[in-house]
């Protein structure tokens, strides 16, 4: 049996600690097992075969550390330890704040089928919008009237103003606008990519719009992969800015279909499927949107608890939270919703029985 089911090595920047699980195919084999970290590699000696496996170059352990040392049924060995030194810090590889730049010509795409949506868009300005309640607050503040309770934050033809999980355009001679409804979708494949505000007025969700350079190239992104790299950078930025760490996601009918606990942004994985087939939905899924390939895998992630809201699960716990004002919404596309939601599945199911749930929530490791 060996290392044949894998390893998970989870480890936190800030506190520079690491537990590892040394995943079996299925009961723990019968003969002893000799567990070996040294300081860039794991090793198992049991029944006359031995399995290693390499770390990769930023992860160094510290052996002397080693404790806590125990056996689960259905996950196989759990180990805590520390590290030698921190890793490299995670950057975020996209940010769309700093991605868009005033005086420079941007080509945007619908991230579904890679059909241009809008053409040589060049923008004097690119601004950050308030809050959503920010009118509300000036209503506290003002001891006369709202002087903006006429006025709204609409942009020119040269504006590009960045919200939350979108951004608005002047629609200018774009034309993507469904008849039916205020749905502004996708010529070529019909997807939804945003919806108009006013007559001039467009907001493209994060999630369904490739922003690139004119004179770049446009390389298409799997789809899991796009949707939770712009949603856990979402969870980071805004957890960073305005110290909240609960969210809502709400789709564009108004409902509510996730409930979101940010733990972490600080995690590196490190996973070797080893030669087992029995974590196939891991297989399938991590093939996706690991970032490196080859026996040994890593990635940056956010920790996220979570809990499905659809069909009224969850529902005084989501009413809680509707009415309470350190959480925070996501708005974005139903559509982007489930399938941000079946995203969170695979990703829970992937990771060993005794790390899936916390306190009734489900745990999520989400990469960008």
Request: with cysteine; hydrophobic share 35%.
């Amino acid at each position: 049996p060996g290392m044949a089911g894998g390893f998970l090595l989870e480890i936190r920047r800030g506190t520079q600690s690491a537990l590892l699980v040394i995943r079996y195919e299925a009961d723990f084999p019968s003969s002893p097992v000799d567990v070996s970290v040294a300081a860039d590699c794991l090793e198992t000696r049991s029944g006359g075969s031995c399995e290693a496996a390499a770390l990769p170059a930023e992860v160094r352990l510290a052996p002397s550390s080693c404790r806590g040392l125990r056996r689960l049924p259905g996950d196989g060995l759990h180990l805590r330890m520390r590290l030698r030194r921190p890793p490299p810090s995670a950057d975020l590889v996209f940010t769309l704040r700093e991605s868009l730049k005033p005086q420079k010509n941007y080509i945007f795409y619908c991230q579904s089928c890679g059909d241009i949506i809008v053409k040589d868009r060049k923008f004097l300005r690119v601004l950050p919008l308030p809050s959503e309640n920010w009118n509300a607050l000036v209503e506290e503040w003002c001891c006369h009237p709202n002087p903006f309770a006429r006025s709204t934050l609409h942009p020119k033809h040269d504006d590009c103003f960045l919200g939350d999980t979108f951004f608005l355009l002047n629609s200018g001679n774009e034309s993507h606008k469904s008849k039916e409804n205020t749905r502004v979708i996708c010529k070529r494949c019909k997807t939804m990519l945003g919806e108009t505000v006013s007559s001039d007025t467009i907001k493209y969700y994060v999630t369904e719009v490739i922003i690139r350079p004119s004179e770049g190239s446009f390389s298409p992104t799997p789809r899991p992969q796009f949707v939770q790299s712009m949603v856990a950078q979402c969870l980071v930025e805004l957890s960073s800015a305005k110290s909240t760490f609960r969210f809502t996601v709400k789709g564009d009918n108004g409902k509510t279909y996730i409930l979101i606990w940010l733990l972490n942004s600080d995690t590196l994985l490190v996973e070797s499927l080893g030669s087992s087939s029995s974590h196939s939905v891991s297989t399938l899924f991590g093939d996706i949107f690991m970032p490196s390939s080859g026996p040994v895998r890593t990635w940056n992630a956010v920790k996220v608890l979570y809990q499905p809201c659809i069909k009224s699960r969850n529902k005084d716990l989501a009413d809680a939270w509707e009415n309470d004002m350190g959480v925070h919404p996501l708005k974005f596309p139903s559509e982007t919703c489930l399938e941000l939601l079946l995203i969170l599945g695979l990703s829970t199911t992937s990771l060993p029985p005794s790390l899936r749930c916390m306190n009734s929530f489900q745990v999520r490791n989400s990469c960008y």
